[in-house]
């Protein structure tokens, strides 16, 4: 019996001996596996605080809410029942309007809505949008704004009035008088701001006032409408919450310092889908600076239009490197006085080169109006240059108009629609080619009418429109629709095209080049 418990302990003795050699074994192995070793004088890297940064964002708001008011209006609009063929049709405010007023009711309504503003002067000058205290349809301010100022035992708060607006960045500025030193918000410099900073946004969405919500930059300099509506709209996008109710508030940084004014936000609910967009402070600034001083923003202008993108098949095809392509100048503007032309590229302003359409709108509209300006340009590949007077940009107004006139009985044909471009052409009748040369100021009458465009043809990549009038193909007049199949023949592989249209809206012409190259 002792025999046996002697054999059993000895026989775990050398099974864990074993098992320890074994392991032993495999260890020396892993570690001899290893071809680094260990790094004792590495510090580990700490988690990130998110502590420190709650205690940020709460100093920030709390200096900031003081700030940030609640902006209520009330309008009297006029209210029709429009009757729409099927329900797809209707529009969102027509299903509360069929939910809660099922007779249409037409005649005067009462308007109420809401928004938001930061306080820049103790003395009670708030910046806010200008759509939310302006009828944007009519360009008339709200019939009464009613600002609810944080903390304020007021439950009524006070009335406001609109001491300026400018529509041209959806900016405004009203005055309320609390009958007190109110806190004011200090603007920061919003070009600074770098893609993925934090920012806080503080408003009043949904008329819940006091709201912040937090975010980053997600991108600067956003164009969200294109064209000419856009040119003094270049936003810094961001994905704090910012919702119905948010617009005229401010976006900051973590300093605490106003960088933008919530303006808008790309959505397809109506509410946020985290991509929202703000009005820089250093435009903001111009503009507030502008309004408090005469009332209104006053902005230079020469009085030409360009395509606000830089095209190097366009460029290369007026032999420059870069500069923006004059597509139209406005009768009776500083530009036409001054000599300059359809075509020529605008290369320097006061001998700084100009690189594409933000910079000459920039420089030109900063400039004071009268003020003469050296403009270098490139007329049929040679620099020229002008003296150039900075008007007003609000009387600098283009009405290029074109009779409709039928009469006077077809200069040729249809094309066949074929061809390199991919488009089916109509003459102009001979009443519509002198007026349009005479309204453009074109050497003699040309141009035919674009009646289709194929899908996916070259003209289609370019941009051209059924109605467009083509004027020029590479710089060489489309007099017939014979003239514009000839030209079209010689277009091959692989060459620039440039085109000279006529585009009709409202019965105004605005003169555009599109340019590519021919795959």
């Not at 360009?139 to 600002?147: E, F, L, S």
């Not at 040119?231 to 508030?249: E, V, W, Y």
């Not at 502008?290 to 202008?301: E, F, L, Y």
């Not at 899908?455 to 051209?464: K, N, Q």
Request: aromatic letters at 6%; glycine letters at 10%.
């Amino acid at each position: 019996m002792g025999a046996r418990r002697y054999l059993a302990a000895l026989a775990v003795v050398v099974t864990l001996g074993v098992g320890i050699a074994i392991g032993t074994i495999v260890s020396r192995g892993v570690r001899a596996a290893r071809p680094f070793g260990g790094a004792p004088d590495a510090r580990p890297l700490p988690p990130p605080s998110p502590v420190e940064l709650s205690s940020s964002f709460a100093k920030v708001a709390e200096a900031v809410e003081p700030a940030v008011v609640n902006i209520n209006t009330e309008s009297m609009v006029s209210v029709s029942r429009k009757k729409f063929s099927s329900p797809d049709e209707a529009p969102f405010d027509d299903f509360f309007d069929r939910l809660f007023r099922p007779e249409g009711p037409q005649g005067d309504l009462r308007q109420q809505s809401l928004g938001s503003g930061v306080i820049l002067d103790k003395s009670g000058y708030v910046l806010t949008n200008y759509h939310v205290v302006m009828r944007d349809s009519e360009d008339k301010a709200v019939d009464r704004i009613r600002v609810f100022v944080y903390g304020d035992e007021n439950p009524r708060g006070y009335v406001a009035k609109l001491v300026g607006a400018d529509k041209q960045t959806d900016l405004a500025v009203i005055k309320v008088d609390a009958g007190r030193a109110l806190a004011a918000a200090q603007l920061g410099d919003s070009d600074a701001m770098r893609v993925g900073d934090w920012v806080l946004a503080v408003g009043s969405p949904f008329g819940l006032e006091s709201t912040v919500t937090a975010g980053i930059i997600s991108a600067k300099m956003r164009d969200i409408e294109g064209g000419q509506k856009s040119q003094f709209k270049r936003f810094l996008q961001t994905d704090a919450a910012i919702n119905p109710g948010n617009s005229g508030g401010p976006l900051v940084n973590l300093a605490g310092q106003v960088i933008g004014i919530n303006t808008a936000i790309a959505t397809r609910r109506g509410t946020s889908d985290g991509v929202g967009f703000a009005m820089p402070s250093n435009t903001a600034r111009k503009v507030y600076n502008s309004i408090i001083s005469t009332g209104a923003v006053r902005r230079g202008a020469i009085g030409v239009q360009f395509l606000n993108q830089t095209n190097p098949a366009l460029l290369r095809s007026f032999g420059a490197e870069h500069g923006v392509v004059v597509n139209s100048v406005e009768p009776g503007s500083p530009a036409e006085r001054a000599g300059l032309k359809i075509g020529d590229v605008i290369i320097a302003v006061d001998g700084k080169p100009v690189s594409g359409g933000d910079q000459l709108v920039s420089v030109v509209s900063d400039s004071e109006v009268g003020k003469k300006l050296n403009v270098d340009f490139l007329r049929d590949r040679k620099r020229m240059s002008a003296a150039v007077e900075v008007g007003d940009r609000n009387k600098i107004v283009g009405e290029t108009r074109v009779a409709q006139n039928e009469s006077g009985g077809p200069r040729s044909g249809e094309s066949s629609g074929g061809g390199a471009l991919g488009v089916t052409v109509r003459s102009l009748t001979h009443d519509q080619a002198e007026t349009l040369a005479a309204k453009l100021h074109l050497a003699s009458p040309q141009g035919v009418r674009v009646t289709e465009v194929k899908p996916d043809s070259f003209a289609e990549e370019l941009g051209v429109e059924a109605g467009d009038l083509v004027l020029s193909i590479n710089r060489q007049a489309v007099t017939s629709v014979d003239e514009f199949e000839r030209l079209q023949a010689q277009l091959k592989s692989g060459m620039d095209v440039v085109l000279l249209v006529a585009r009709q809206n409202e019965g105004t012409y605005t003169t555009l080049f599109l340019a590519d190259r021919l795959p």
